[in-house]
């Protein structure tokens, strides 16, 4: 492909080729240094390419949130981490089903999800292995209480084929700037201290202690027992990311390209980039309610409200003064949600657009049946996607 940058169609997505390398290898060889597996969470990019790269540098498998996610993944990875409960049939089949090669894990927290999945697996004839998620700190799911979790551990051992492969925890409540998470990080690492101490007088030896997040990314190793890390956010990165302190300004790889449509409102501009470009999220884990993302060359221009196609630029503090026609980059604040957003991302470098791929793994991927939908012709065209298989 060759295009110029200015000859997109806007809005759309766009990555930075060297930010994203640079993002990629830091990750790689802080990995390497600390010896803990990276096990990326690919929720963020949902691209097998992107996934490709990071198995290439050494990631020992990936993260998935969604049956879907997991199923385009096993198109390049043959080692998945499904991160979410396998509660319903339906999911934990879908689960269950994919190809033999892969050596699959399941992070749950309950007896139901555990049930799920052990009927899925055995219908499937495959054996997996399953993480115990334990809540320290985030309040969302797993086990607040440790004895739980090891009769969780113990059920699993007992539900062939299923098997306790270790335990798992996510800290997304670890969102402040880099500068003030010690407190925090001294509380994880005392409940999760705690907890292993509580498994080993019990003994059940987890292989794998599975946490990690991007906020917490570069002092993971300071988490003893710790084995993998599943940062997600860290391959693009975004403006939530810069302002905590976890990456630069100039790490973020993602920027939304978008083109001024208006200026006809003094002290404004109106880009094609709203809500449906951008996502409507907040600058999380900082004091400040502060617009839905910013200018990458001109960070101190956020977008101060959105309709779902209309972005509108606060002009207040810039002497910039943009023209109708004009094209801006905007950082996301929350990166994962554009992207989901999107069908494709474009690679840029310079002002060359060098590649694209398709965000493969968006969507739910569900199956439809033949005469589910009312009518055929509706039909065909999603046959003619590709994506949904009718049978
Ligand atoms: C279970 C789990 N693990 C890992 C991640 C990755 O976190 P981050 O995007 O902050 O790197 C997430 C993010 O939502 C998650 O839910």
Request: proline share 5%; with cysteine; hydrophobic share 40%.
């Amino acid at each position: 492909m060759s295009l110029l940058f200015a000859e997109l169609e806007t809005p759309a997505p766009v990555v930075d080729l060297d930010r994203l390398t640079r993002n990629l290898d830091r990750a790689a060889s802080y990995a390497r240094e600390h010896r803990l597996a990276l096990r990326p969470h690919i929720k963020t990019h949902k691209s097998p390419s992107l996934a490709r790269e990071q198995l290439q540098r050494g990631a020992v498998g990936l993260t998935c949130a969604t049956p879907f996610e997991a199923e385009i993944m096993s198109e390049v990875a043959d080692d998945i981490l499904l991160a979410y409960p396998t509660v319903g049939a339906a999911r934990a089949r879908r689960v269950a089903d994919l190809p033999d090669r892969v050596r699959l894990t399941v992070a749950l927290d309950s007896g139901m999800a555990v049930d799920d999945l052990e009927a899925a697996a055995r219908a499937a004839g495959r054996s997996i292995s399953v993480y115990v998620e334990l809540d320290l700190g985030m309040h969302r799911v797993g086990l607040p209480v440790v004895a739980d979790a090891i009769a969780l551990a113990r059920r699993i051992d007992d539900a062939r084929p299923l098997r306790f492969g270790g335990i798992a925890f996510y800290p997304g409540h670890i969102r402040e700037s880099v500068d003030s998470q010690d407190a925090k990080l001294d509380a994880l690492r005392d409940a999760l201290g705690d907890a292993l101490a509580q498994f080993e007088r019990a003994g059940i030896h987890p292989d794998a202690v599975s946490g990690g997040s991007t906020p917490t990314m570069w002092r993971t190793h300071e988490l003893p027992g710790v084995t993998e890390f599943r940062p997600g956010t860290y391959i693009f990165n975004d403006r939530t990311t810069a302002e905590i302190g976890a990456c630069e300004w100039e790490d973020c790889a993602l920027t939304v390209l978008a083109t001024v449509v208006s200026t006809a409102v003094p002290g404004q501009a109106v880009i094609d980039a709203g809500s449906k470009a951008l996502g409507r999220e907040p600058l999380r884990g900082t004091a400040s309610d502060d617009g839905f993302g910013a200018l990458l060359e001109h960070p101190e221009v956020i977008v101060k409200g959105m309709s779902e196609e209309h972005g509108v630029l606060d002009l207040s503090k810039t002497s910039w003064r943009p023209r109708v026609g004009e094209r801006v980059r905007v950082v996301p604040n929350h990166v994962c949600i554009v992207v989901h957003l999107n069908d494709v991302a474009f690679g840029v470098r310079g002002q060359r657009v060098e590649s694209s791929w398709p965000i493969a793994a968006r969507g739910r991927g569900y199956t439809l049946r033949r005469g589910q939908l009312a009518d055929s012709g509706e039909e065909s065209r999603w046959r003619e996607r590709g994506r949904a298989s009718v049978d």
